[in-house]
Structures are given as C-alpha cells and as structure tokens.
C-alpha cells in the first residue's frame, strides 16, 4: 500500500494539479481552435476601397477568355493580332490595400443575375470595358448572343440566365448633330459647320432605355477636346432649343451637360436601379500626342513615382484628360445617387497594357497612329469586370433587393 501523503502536503498539490490542468486545457483550445478565415481579417468588399493598390506579377495569373470570343473588336483582340509580350502583359495582378478583390466567377455571377440586365452608356472606353465584360461572362454561357435592341451599339444575351448586357453609344451623353453650313454667307470664320450639342437632351441611343436596365455605368470625357471639335467644325451648346448665349467652351459645355444629364438620370431612371460613373480611363502615349507619333511601347507598367509626371495637370503632359475631367465629373456627381467607379489610378500604371501598334490592319499605324488609350483584351479591363462585378452584387446586397 502507498504512503498517504499528509494534508498540510497534499492541499498544495492538489492546487498545482489544478493550474497545470486549466493551462493544458486552454492550451489546447487555443492550438485546436482554427483562426478566423482571411477574409474576416480583411476589410469587406463594402468597405474595400478597391480602387487603391499596387499590381503584382503572378505567372499563374492567366486571362479567362482568348481570341475566340465572337465579341472581340478587331483592333483590341491583341491574341490574335499577334501583340509583343502579352503573357506578360496578362501577368500582373491587382491587388487592392488591406482587403481583397475576387476574380469574378462568371457562374456564380450570372447566377446572382439572373433575369436582370446591364448596360453601359458613353463612349469607346465603355465599349471596350464591354467587350471585356461579355467575353468573361460567355465562359459561363457558350450559347450568348449577339444583340442589338432598345437603341444598343452591341451587347448579348445570355439565355441560360435570361441576362441581356449592353452598349449604348453616346459619347457626349447629350444629343449632338452634325450641321453643315448652308451658304457661302459668313464663312469668313474659316468654320464648315457647326456640331449642336443639346445639353438639356440625351442621345436618342439612350433616352428609353429606363426601366429596363437593372444595373447601369455611364461616362464620357474622351470627346470634349479640340481633337474631336477642331476650329473649322466647332461645337455650339443650345438649351431649349436656342443657342447659348454667350458661347460656351468645351470644359463649361462638359459642366452644364453633366448637370442635366445627372437630372434626368435621377429622374427618369427607377430609384431601385443600381447606377455607376466610371472616371477616366488615362491615355499613355510618349513622345507626342496620338498624331504627333506618340508610342506606348513598353514592357512593365509604371512605377507609382511615375505616375505625376504622366498625368498631373500641372505637368501639361499630353495625357493630363483623365485627371482634368475626373475633377469636373466629381464636382458634378456629389449629392447623387449614382456611385463613383474610380479606375483611374490603377490604370495609369500600365502604359504596356494598350494595343499600340498591333492593330489588326497593316496601314491602322500611318491612319490613326499608335492606339495608346484602348486597352488590349484580354487586359485591364478584366479587373475593372472584377471590381465592377463585386460592385454590382454588394450593391444589390445592400439595397435588400433580391438577387
């Protein structure tokens, strides 16, 4: 038989039995225990500024569609004409600062959407963030086609999800016409005509389209310069039918169609669709403007030092558009509904992501010159469907609309 211990000895004992089993005990809930997922330590996507960050090379980071999309445009589909270094190009990742950004799941997403549509409304730049969109959405939906209705540019329809997705061309946003001049009388001005801008009138491309878009993103900006409206073929704004008086310029004209644009955007259009601006795409051309030989001929996108230079006003650089416009469209959007899409920053790093010269037509060079403000797809405009895309189903998130 064993000794008994005392009890002036065995009440310590007992104490230190006790504390090592309390510490084995939390010791192993704290080893078993998993920790919280990444995404919990992450800001949420509605509470993620997506829109800063860095890009970082991934090798593993490959497009999800390739040249034979059957919505490709000629000059942007860079696969197929053949681009320098586009596996490189495909190779950064952007990456947003203290949150994550999902790769678009295009099942999961048309999925969400179905029986709801999207459109996109401005000029070329939505056109070619179109292309981007509908050639990612078709690897969920093989069947998706062309369509061409309620005043579109292009788009498809995706029949497996009843989802249609479209562009509006609408470059001005503003109706605008052609008008030649009609006699000799008073052409001392050197003019040829003029280009009338309505700036209380949107194009009829997009005038009736409300209610049936659920979700919509609008720009302009790439046309309100010199180069679109030269001296001889001047824009001239009315209002009520009358010209302006006194004459408008080009960055006074943007401000007053902005106004009513966004008047009869909140007006016309059902408080429950889910409304975006997309800021400026930025131009890279180096060297000289598009028609002084301006190349984008680079191989890494700029480094963030870079980026002033390239594209602050104060600078005078030929691509200071994006950040000019940007400050008016802003001024103009505060106070609405309508969410602002900030690309800007994040696509001013890849001046080796446009088209240049791989245009798909031998003479498109010595025509229009190097095309340094599109973007080669596959290319940048695959992020912009990934933050857009999380954009859209946090939107309808958080308006308790059923997806």
């Avoid at 004459?247 to 955007?265: A, C, K, Q, S």
């Avoid at 990934?386 to 946090?394: A, R």
Wanted: net charge neutral; aromatic share 12%; glycine share 6%.
């Amino acid at each position: 038989m064993s000794p008994k211990l005392p009890s002036s000895q065995l009440f310590p004992c007992l104490i230190l039995v006790t504390l090592l089993s309390i510490y084995l005990i939390s010791s192993f809930i704290s080893l078993s225990t998993p920790p919280p997922p990444l995404t919990s330590q992450l800001l949420s996507s509605s509470n993620c500024n997506f829109f800063i960050g860095n890009w970082v090379f991934d090798p593993n980071h490959n497009p999800l569609y390739d040249h034979t999309c059957p919505f490709h445009r000629n000059s942007w589909n860079c696969i197929r004409n053949q681009r320098q270094n586009l596996s490189l190009i495909n190779s950064w990742k952007w990456v947003p600062r203290g949150c994550d950004l999902p790769r678009i799941d295009p099942f999961r997403f048309l999925g969400l959407m179905r029986n709801k549509n999207v459109g996109f409304v401005g000029d070329s730049l939505n056109e070619n963030f179109l292309v981007s969109f509908l050639c990612i959405l078709r690897v969920a939906d093989e069947g998706a086609r062309k369509w061409k209705k309620k005043g579109a540019w292009r788009g498809a329809y995706f029949p497996k999800f009843n989802v249609t997705v479209a562009y509006h061309r609408a470059v001005l946003l503003s109706k605008y016409q052609w008008q030649p001049k009609q006699s000799e009388a008073g052409t001392q001005d050197g003019s040829e005509g003029i280009h009338r801008v309505d700036v209380d009138v949107p194009a009829d491309e997009w005038a009736k389209i409300a209610g049936f878009y659920d979700v919509l993103l609008f720009n302009t900006g790439h046309w309100w310069n010199h180069d679109k409206f030269p001296r001889e073929k001047p824009v001239v704004f009315y209002k009520a039918g009358q010209p302006i008086v006194p004459p408008l310029g080009m960055l006074d004209g943007l401000n007053v169609v902005l106004g009513n644009m966004i008047t009869y955007i909140e007006k016309e259009f059902p408080k429950n669709t889910l409304k975006f601006w997309r800021l400026q795409s930025p131009r890279h051309f180096y060297g000289g403007d598009w028609n002084q030989n301006g190349s984008c001929l680079f191989n890494k996108p700029l480094e963030e030092n870079e980026l002033d230079l390239w594209f602050d006003p104060r600078n005078n650089g030929v691509n200071k558009e994006a950040r000019e416009m940007n400050f008016v469209i802003e001024k103009a959007l505060q106070g609405t509904d309508i969410e602002l899409v900030d690309f800007t920053h994040l696509s001013e790093f890849r001046a080796d992501a446009h088209p240049a010269i791989w245009l798909g037509r031998k003479d498109a060079v010595a025509i229009w010159g190097q095309d340094c403000m599109h973007w080669c797809l596959p290319g940048v405009p695959d992020t912009w469907v990934d933050i857009l895309s999380q954009l859209i189903l946090d939107g309808f998130g958080s308006t308790g609309l059923a997806i």
